[in-house]
């Protein structure tokens, strides 16, 4: 996997999470978009700020993922945390006791798991899908693969020319809303 496979596995998550739970509106899209992105942004986010200001060294990623040992300890923690479909579901329940609703595009967060159980291999961040509560992984195919990223990028350019296509198409129901009201 190279950086740039890295970095756009970070972006799809984004993507593929606003196109199953922010087609609403721009609101819903970027909040399910952020939940989408989240898993990866909490991980590794601290520690990728801590290379930019030169507290951390950046390992290389090349052809292959580099040894996860040159990974610090707290990432691989965090990680552990943030993809736990237990701790996701606990995350769910929480935001619909506190909002007194279900808050929809947090669902982004759990689809990024599961996309991640099945492109990550033991070789680098297994998703411990099953924290605490069990070890459990799945040796997946590596995100990186051209066999699964190639068809990534195809299907979310397929299906988001397929939305936007749509939504051009689709009559503008803010527009008729007042007749429907007028009696």
């Known amino acids: 996997m190279d950086e740039g496979n890295a970095q756009m596995d970070i972006v799809s998550h ?6 199953a739970f922010g087609r609403k509106n721009r609101r819903t899209f970027c909040l399910a978009f952020f939940y989408g992105v989240l898993p990866d ?10 290379v930019l200001l030169g507290l951390a060294e950046r390992p290389h990623f090349g ?5 996860p040992s040159l990974i610090p300890a707290y990432v691989h923690r965090v990680y552990s945390v943030t ?8 995350a769910f329940a929480l935001l619909w006791v506190v909002f007194r609703k279900p808050i929809w595009e947090a669902l982004a967060w759990g689809l990024h798991i599961v ?3 099945f492109t990550h291999s033991y070789r680098f961040f297994p998703t411990p899908f099953l924290w605490p509560i069990s070890d459990f992984k799945v040796n997946g ?5 051209p066999a699964i990223f190639i068809p990534n990028v195809v299907f979310l350019a397929l299906l988001y020319a397929w939305f ?14 007042p007749e429907r009201h007028r009696r």
């Open 83 to 90: 993809h736990s479909l237990i701790v996701f579901l606990f």
């Open 164 to 177: 936007f296509l749509r939504q051009r198409r689709a009559p503008d129901r803010s527009s008729m809303a």
């Open 14 to 19: 984004g993507l593929w999470g606003g196109l």
């Open 115 to 117: 996309f991640d159980i």
């Open 41 to 50: 942004l909490f991980s590794f986010g601290p520690f990728y700020v801590a």
């Open 63 to 67: 052809h292959e993922p580099p040894d």
């Open 141 to 145: 195919w590596p995100w990186g693969m």
